[in-house]
């Protein structure tokens, strides 16, 4: 036999025996009997739980004691969630930024203003229009500041 036939044959033994239930499933499971899950009761019968967990209601922790002191837990209170600290406040930047950003926005938002509200367009207003939004982008990405730290050192190793 051929190696690609030894494996067609083990696919058609995986395929014919897909929906086969193991006769001893207690020897084939990889993990310890006290972590199998039982059932759930029906919903009509009443066993007297009110549905919050406690310490020692026969939930078992990772050291299988059922006290409460392992790490596995029941589900936590609803008001016990995580509240993130306040963001810290965004820098105000100087004056060359403001202005940079203030050109970037201001000579394309000028120019449809006034092509919306049709007011007359000399050459030289869409020149500084065009100008301010091409200078804004530049020193914008000049000032970007995307390489090494001045105190890194000669060596431009791993940047975190």
């Keep these: 036999m051929t190696p690609q036939s030894d ?14 239930t193991a006769e001893d499933a207690s020897a084939e499971q990889p993990w310890p009997d006290r972590e199998n899950v039982t059932e759930e009761p029906d919903a009509g019968e009443d066993d007297g739980a009110t549905g919050d967990a406690a310490p020692g209601d026969g939930i078992r922790d990772d050291d299988g004691t059922g006290d409460g002191t392992g790490e596995m837990r029941a589900s936590a209170p609803a008001d016990d969630h995580y509240i993130p600290p306040a963001p810290p406040p965004l820098p105000h930047g100087d004056t060359l ?9 201001g000579g394309p938002a000028y120019l449809l203003l ?5 007011w007359p367009m000399d050459g030289w207003i869409v020149f500084a229009a065009v100008a301010a939004f091409i200078a804004g982008f530049v020193i914008l990405v000049v000032r970007m500041g995307d390489g090494p730290p001045a105190d890194s050192g000669w060596d431009d190793g791993a940047v975190v």
Aim: aromatic share 14%; proline share 0%; no cysteine.
């Design 97 to 105: 930024s403001r202005l940079s950003w203030l050109a970037l926005f």
């Design 7 to 20: 494996e067609d044959e083990v696919w058609r033994q995986i395929v014919a025996s897909f929906n086969e």
């Design 114 to 118: 006034a092509a919306l509200l049709q």
